[in-house]
């Protein structure tokens, strides 16, 4: 297929004959191609079909987009070129008609010879192809592509409606090919893709906007410049040409547009404007009159402009006037706003290092350098590159002088489906990181502004590098010159990488020319490829300089470790930041309850966050997801039943044509979410808020998350432990029943059809949704409000307080009445606010005996809401009232370093009752940082003979049972706390037990929590490792006391180090530390 149209562009011209030959030829071909594509939607689908990830799917689909592409436009060109000889065959016996005629006349009038030999020289003329319209879903471009496309196309009787249709797609682009992109291409179909355009883009209201926006809103003319202001004269006629075509009363307009327009022009122009209209009776004037004088101005403007030869553009004079970059460097410091470095800002300073990193990720600063880091210093172009077939695509490249080695992306190689040859190769990365390469490609590069090309060797992988810049840049203080070829002429602009060209290939494409700027402005720099912009990016008040700070990360790993250290740790008080209380003041502000109890809320906002467009994202994400419907029915079925039921609870509302223009809104792209475990919903549409708008920013990233209000799961499982009789539940759809205030609910639009041949539809989400930030907090703040204002049940109050983790609540009481008194309130208290608990589980089913049977539909718990932890993951079986830990073992034949700390961090074990065996991860896991292997570099023979020793042993674990109750048999309620605390020279920890009497008088001892720690890499003293020991004991402690305030009896604390014991009996300021 991509042969057949090659060959048409590089042969211009065929006969039609050739044509005729070459459209059946693709027929065939595409023909062959929807069997293949069924066959692979019938596997993908299947029932042994594997689930394919959101990746692999999205580039199949776009694959067979591509296909689908280069067929329309192949069978495009061969039905334009055959209809072109049939219409200027027509074309010559009417010119050969109107020659004669045209001869006759002459005779008449004794130009016999001149008009004879003028018809003669008009019949050799070739009318050049007329092109037909594009239209790509600008809502001011559709008359004219109406008009055009009906009066060439539509409206034709010498064309059939296969035809008309393949005409009609392609003359669509972007968003309008989408509109009708699930039709297939037959006779009945032209009709109603013809229809839904024009109800797509046929809105008179809308386009009356469209044109109206773009009338007032055109940027000021400044300075006396002719092309300014002669593009202003062609923009109110166009614009007012088609409002006139929309039978509005444009003629009535005239003073007021003059006074808009004339609020545009420099003071010079008013000035004379002003002094014309004393030519015109009583002062009035026209717009025609205005655009007449603005004409006039126009053509003295272009006769006293300066001839424009070369000039040297490297010398300029600087601006005297000085201008400060505010939207790339800040001002002052982020923290404080005074003028000092975040670093030195004493605000800062006296925050704890846990709340150090959190205020430095909420003002979106660099972790490594305390400064808005900016990528000015890496150069960026846009280059064309060659695919596989020849055809060429373009790409964005960053220029890195330091880097030794070409890389390339995996997504690039895909898209170009070149072939790779493998070379294993180790490049090595800021601070001595290492990464293992195992292919290598050659890739053909080509500037888009010159002629320059060559062929580099590129090494594949992953990822390359994080979007650059990281922030949206500022231009106005970087002076570009006119007519200057940039490389990259959004360089401003943060967007992702796909290719990097080492010092090998930089210093060949640097040319002589160079532009220097002011001091801290970066300098425009010419090469082979074309003007690139780099340098410092200095603030022009403060003086302090803010440079490019590189940091190679690992995300995911990332995360899934900072989860599994932070269940090691144990959670401390702390203040809110100044954010968070700002947070606090609006939820206590804006909170209400509607005449049903439901809460309504407004989502907290940042007032200096601006969002851009977000509906060509939102609309792009829709039809990927219309695409996954059409090789999967009942995918579909599901979506659009969870929607229907979601419009139906009055949970999201059609937002009408007269609300669609506000002030502030936002579209959020969805996506199916399938949980086969689930045993409520097995698809779940979600939405994600973090999606980018135009501007480079997201809804959550202008909405504050607030406090983090969870409780420790810790201290929640502790007192779990703790009651004979417990019960579980959850709340059925949490955020879905907090509605959020109307005048907020335009910042969560989506977009939406149940079918594709209906017309897309804009909703607003009534309800708290999940994916935005704030989600999480106004939920909890909710429940914390719920028991301040319902004073009624206080037990039930104070189980929203303490024993609720997200939607999940674990709690229980003494005796069995307690407990189903208990269960009672709580169902009545959240029923009060119209939150219904479901899945009840007790250790006891009396308890829940006059709930239907189909409640309790779950015999263990899943302790765990992250939802990551795979490896192991901790259980609670409720009828045999044990806890149990669930191990899945995924075997590897390369144990590297990155899949071995990514098996460690999904470990769940927040009570430590595998410490012995957790604590052996850990030494596993230091002994990898010793050894500074690469993270995907093969574990030596003895470390990976000692991992797999571990990893698969884990699974007897599962025959594991722990006695949830800690203290069974009890009458009193109460027991003792013993503790103790021990070091070796490669770890220490602490455990508690709690001890009591059972039912037979018999003591028993049951191990309440742990906690490990390996000993640091630098050699330290065994009496000190002991005293770690003691210190993590007694904050182990002090959490269990808290957890378990009013039923300890004595609390008893062991160290077998007399050292130790020595150093907590002298008064502490005799220690330095």
């Known amino acids: 297929m991509t042969r057949v149209n090659l060959s048409l562009n590089k042969e211009g011209n065929i006969s039609v004959s050739e044509a005729k030959v070459k459209s059946k030829k693709i027929e065939s071909l595409w023909e062959s191609f929807e069997q293949v594509q069924a066959k692979i939607d019938e596997l993908r689908t299947g029932d042994g079909a594997e689930v394919a990830d959101s990746n692999s799917t999205e580039q199949d689909d776009a694959e067979r987009q591509l296909f689908e592409n280069i067929y329309f436009e192949t069978a495009t060109k061969i039905q334009t070129i055959i209809d072109l000889a049939q219409t200027q065959a027509q074309a010559i016996n009417q010119e050969e008609a109107l020659a004669l005629q045209a001869a006759v006349q002459a005779e008449n009038q004794n130009n016999n010879e001149i008009r004879q030999e003028q018809g003669n020289r008009r019949l050799d003329i070739k009318l050049p192809t007329l092109k037909l319209p594009e239209f790509s879903g600008s809502y001011d471009q559709w008359l004219l592509f109406k008009d055009a496309f009906e009066s060439m196309i539509h409206n034709s009787t010498a064309l059939n409606a296969i035809q008309k249709f393949q005409y009609l797609r392609g003359s669509l682009t972007g968003e309008a090919l989408?509109?009708?992109?699930?039709?297939t291409t037959t006779t009945a179909n032209y009709e109603n893709a013809w229809e839904l355009l024009r109800q797509n883009y046929e809105n008179k209201k809308l386009l009356i906007n469209t044109h109206l926006n773009h009338l007032l809103n055109f940027p000021a003319v400044t300075r006396d410049k002719s092309a300014t202001m002669r593009q202003l004269i062609v923009h109110v006629r166009t614009h007012l040409k088609a409002l006139q075509t929309l039978d509005l009363p444009v003629d009535k307009w005239d003073e007021l547009l003059i006074h808009l327009l004339k609020g545009k022009m420099d003071f010079s122009t008013q000035k004379n404007w002003e002094e014309e209209t004393n030519k015109y009776k009583e002062n009035r004037s026209t717009l025609e009159d205005f655009l007449t004088f603005l004409s006039e101005r126009c053509r003295t403007l272009e006769m006293i402009d300066k001839p424009k030869g070369k000039q040297d553009v490297s010398v300029q004079k600087k601006p005297k006037k000085k201008v400060t970059l505010t939207s790339t460097s800040q001002e002052e410091c982020v923290i404080c706003s005074k003028?000092?470095?975040?670093?030195?800002?004493?605000?800062?300073?006296?925050?704890s290092v846990a709340e150090r990193i959190k205020e430095v990720k909420a003002k979106k600063i660099c972790i490594n350098c305390l400064e808005i880091c900016f990528a000015c210093g890496a150069v960026t172009a846009r280059v064309i590159v060659e695919d596989v077939n020849g055809k060429q695509q373009s790409c964005r490249v960053l220029l890195d002088a330091g880097s030794q080695s070409n890389l390339i992306t995996q997504e690039l190689v895909n898209k170009l489906k070149l072939k790779c040859r493998k070379q294993n190769e180790l490049i090595g990365g800021i601070n001595k990181s290492e990464t293992n390469v195992g292919r290598i490609i050659?890739?053909?590069?080509?500037?888009?502004h010159t002629d320059y090309k060559v062929t580099i060797e590129c090494f594949v992988l992953p990822t390359i590098t994080e979007k650059l810049p990281q922030v949206k840049i500022n231009t106005k203080l970087i002076c570009i010159p006119k007519g200057l070829h940039l490389a990259y002429p959004d360089f401003y602009m943060p967007s992702n990488i796909d290719l990097i060209v080492g010092a090998g290939l930089f210093w060949q494409l640097i040319c002589v020319d160079s532009i220097q700027q002011a001091r801290g402005i970066p300098r425009l720099q010419n090469t082979l490829l074309?003007?690139?912009v780099g340098g410092e990016l200095i603030d022009a008040k403060s003086e302090i300089p803010r440079n490019f700070c590189g940091l190679l990360t690992n995300a995911a790993l990332q995360a899934q470790l900072e989860r599994f250290w932070n269940q090691e740790e144990t959670q401390e008080k702390r203040n809110f930041t100044k954010e968070e209380a700002d947070c606090e003041r609006q939820f206590i502000e804006s909170v209400k309850r509607d005449s049903n109890g439901r809460f309504i809320v407004a989502l907290p906002k940042k007032p200096e966050i601006e969002l851009g467009e977000s509906k060509n994202q939102a609309l792009r994400r829709l039809y990927s997801i219309e695409r996954r419907f059409r090789v999967n029915p009942d995918l579909k079925t599901a979506y659009v039943q969870f929607l229907k039921d979601y419009e139906k609870q009055q949970h999201m509302s059609l937002v009408l044509q007269s609300d669609m223009k506000t002030e502030l809104s936002y579209l959020i792209p969805h996506q199916p979410v399938i949980r086969p475990d689930s045993t409520t919903t097995k698809l779940r549409v979600v939405f994600d808020a973090s999606a980018k708008t135009t501007l480079g920013t997201s809804l959550n990233d202008k909405l504050m998350p607030g406090p983090n209000l969870q409780n420790d799961l810790l201290d929640i499982i502790l007192?779990?432990?703790?009651?004979?009789?417990v019960i579980t539940a959850d709340i059925a759809a949490m955020f879905r029943q907090i509605l959020v205030r109307e005048k907020d609910r335009d910042l969560q639009r989506i977009l939406w059809r149940p079918n594709q041949s209906q017309p897309i539809n804009t909703y607003r989400l009534n309800t708290v949704t999940y994916g935005t930030t704030p989600a999480p907090y106004l939920a909890i703040r909710c429940l914390r409000q719920l028991a301040i204002e319902e004073q009624e049940f206080l037990k039930a109050a104070e189980v929203l307080r303490k024993d609720f983790y997200m939607d999940d609540v674990l709690t229980g009481a003494s005796t069995l009445e307690e407990t189903k008194n208990l269960q009672q309130q709580l169902s009545q208290l959240l029923l009060r606010e119209q939150f219904l608990l479901r899945k009840w589980r007790s250790n006891d089913q009396r308890i829940l005996e006059h709930l239907s049977s189909t409640e309790n539909v779950d015999k263990f718990l899943v302790i765990n809401k992250e939802g990551a932890m795979k490896t192991l993951g901790l259980l609670w079986d409720a009828n045999a009232d044990v806890l149990q830990y669930s191990v899945t073992l995924e075997q590897s034949s390369r144990n590297t370093k990155r899949l071995v700390l990514s098996k460690i961090a999904q470990t769940f074990d927040p009570l430590g009752l595998l410490g012995p065996v957790v604590i052996i991860a850990k030494c596993?896991?230091?002994?990898?940082?010793?050894?500074?292997?690469g993270w995907d570099e093969i574990l030596p023979p003895d470390l990976q003979a000692m991992w797999n020793e571990y990893y698969n042993s884990l699974p007897q674990i599962n025959d594991m049972r722990i006695p949830r109750n800690i203290n069974p048999g009890n009458k009193e309620d109460k027991f003792d706390l013993i503790g103790f605390g021990d070091a070796s020279e490669k770890a220490y920890g602490a455990c508690l037990y709690a001890v009591s009497r059972n039912s037979n008088g018999n003591m028993e001892s049951h191990l309440i929590c742990?906690?490990?720690?390996?000993a640091p890499l630098k050699t330290i003293s065994l009496p000190r490792l002991e005293l770690n020991a003691a210190l993590l004991l007694a904050k182990l402690c002090d959490t269990a006391r808290n957890s378990y305030s009013n039923k300890i009896r004595n609390v008893y604390l062991w160290s077998d180090s007399t050292v130790v014991l020595n150093w907590i009996a002298e008064s502490p300021n005799i220690r330095k530390t």
Request: hydrophobic share 40%; charged share 20%.
């Open 178 to 183: 989408q509109v009708i992109g699930g039709l």
């Open 339 to 351: 003028n000092h470095q975040v670093y030195r800002c004493p605000d800062f300073l006296q925050l």
């Open 442 to 448: 050659e890739v053909k590069i080509k500037s888009m």
């Open 530 to 532: 074309g003007w690139i």
């Open 719 to 725: 007192r779990f432990r703790s009651h004979h009789f």
């Open 924 to 933: 596993i896991m230091q002994s990898m940082w010793k050894l500074k292997t």
């Open 1010 to 1014: 742990s906690k490990s720690r390996v």
